[in-house]
């Protein structure tokens, strides 16, 4: 299924910058892994748990900017003019800047109480609480920040984005050398000093791309254009952001829960998970990256009445993620222990990561077709279906079979992670007929 070749020029230049840019970030979070587990294993595990907080509060700012960024591209795709742009762009900027700032004083004031519904150990309680007290609190930046990014990404503006995001990493690592260690004079700060470096890299990145957003979008920005209110695009906006954030609403409430059983099995599984969710991130970050491109040029298409190139686009998109995420699962199965052996001197919490790594060959092709189908999906439109598909099978086998196999079968870890696989791989089933029979036409959004 050949696609044009300028199709394919303009995914590789929207995709490289994505893919440096995901590895960049998924450095990040391995870099403050790493540097935590010389500081103590304890240190990790306390926060894996308050990121699984931070990611769910994340999703909700995703509301707006899934919705932002494919109607967006969308109509860029059927050449609207700059006020609709610049309109769409205002409403999700305002939208996430006052619930950005809304759960940031939940966070700073109310944030412990989450740990507790986790089941954290006491051990882990007063370390994750410094972390989500000081990252939750400044939650309002990465609200604010990930708006701007879904507006760049949309205008295919990729590079502005990774160049932020090599900017940020290199001051992360900086600080939190300094700051979790105690060096230059600073006083050793542990999971408090991660957390402050994670703030003042956002920052700085935030700073760089608000830049590329004034010159894009703000400084055409007049307050006459949104009078009369355009209440449609904050409709299409929800119409779409809804059910895209409710997926992953659904997924990261039932990690919360998984994660609650994974605390019960005790810290040695609690920190093999955090070891091996940092490690197994590489398998997909190609995934993610083209998964996206192709969303983005998906949602050009469908906005210019072209179905049957963003289907081959699809497919071509789908194909050239697999060969290297698979790869790359080999590669990390093999040298898995060798890997593991640089993060932590704990023989149990190898072997445990290890047996998770081996399962991951299997699990990472489904999750590879859900990345980059679901993206496409909802780039087109078709923003329920992954939603109904994704509920069942998270909650059904997800949750439900991680309980049994996990818990009540005592196979912990490696059963947890079996179910996994079975969630990625029925998803994916469906999502694959659903491109087939293209039951995803006429789901744009343009005309509405």
Request: aromatic share 10%.
């Amino acid at each position: 299924m050949e696609i044009q070749e300028n199709l394919k020029k303009e995914l590789k230049r929207i995709t490289w910058p994505l893919f440096i840019e995901s590895a960049l970030f998924s450095l990040l979070g391995s870099v403050d892994t790493i540097m935590l587990g010389r500081y103590s294993d304890n240190s990790v595990a306390a926060v894996g748990v308050a990121n699984q907080i931070i990611w769910m509060l994340n999703l909700m700012f995703g509301i707006i900017t899934a919705g932002t960024s494919i109607l967006i591209s969308q109509y860029l795709g059927a050449k609207s003019e700059k006020k609709t742009i610049i309109q769409v762009s205002g409403i999700s900027i305002g939208i996430n800047t006052i619930i950005g700032l809304i759960v940031s004083l939940v966070m700073f004031f109310a944030g412990s109480g989450m740990m507790k519904l986790l089941n954290s150990p006491p051990e882990l309680m007063y370390l994750g609480n410094q972390y989500l007290k000081i990252v939750g609190g400044f939650i309002f930046i990465q609200a604010i920040t990930m708006t701007f990014t879904a507006i760049l990404r949309a205008h295919s503006l990729t590079k502005i984005c990774m160049n932020a995001t090599i900017i940020m990493n290199i001051i992360n690592i900086i600080l939190n050398y300094i700051l979790i260690f105690g060096k230059l004079g600073f006083s050793s700060m542990g999971v408090a000093g991660a957390a402050l470096a994670t703030i003042l890299s956002k920052i700085v990145g935030l700073i760089i791309l608000g830049k590329a957003i004034y010159d894009l979008i703000l400084n055409k920005f007049k307050i006459s254009m949104f009078k009369p209110f355009p209440k449609i695009h904050l409709i299409n906006i929800l119409k779409i952001g809804i059910p895209s954030a409710s997926e992953q609403i659904s997924y990261n409430l039932s990690q919360l829960v998984i994660t609650s059983f994974i605390n019960l099995m005790g810290v040695s599984s609690m920190a093999a998970k955090s070891y091996v969710s940092t490690i197994v991130c590489f398998s997909y970050i190609f995934a993610s990256a083209i998964g996206q491109g192709g969303s983005i040029l998906i949602g050009n298409l469908v906005g210019s009445k072209e179905d049957n190139k963003a289907y081959k686009l699809c497919i071509y998109t789908l194909r050239k993620a697999m060969i290297v995420s698979i790869s790359i699962s080999f590669l990390i199965a093999i040298l898995g222990k060798s890997i593991l052996g640089l993060l932590t001197s704990s023989s149990e919490i190898i072997y445990i990561a290890v047996m998770v790594l081996i399962i991951e060959i299997i699990l990472e092709p489904g999750r590879c077709i859900n990345i980059v189908g679901i993206n496409g999906l909802r780039a087109t439109g078709d923003v329920k279906f992954p939603v109904y598909i994704g509920v069942f099978s998270m909650w059904t086998f997800g949750v439900g079979l991680a309980y049994i196999l996990g818990v009540k079968l005592n196979l912990g870890l490696v059963g947890v992670w079996i179910s996994f696989a079975i969630d990625e791989w029925f998803r994916a089933i469906l999502v694959l007929i659903r491109w087939k029979t293209g039951k995803w036409k006429g789901r744009g959004f343009v005309n509405n």
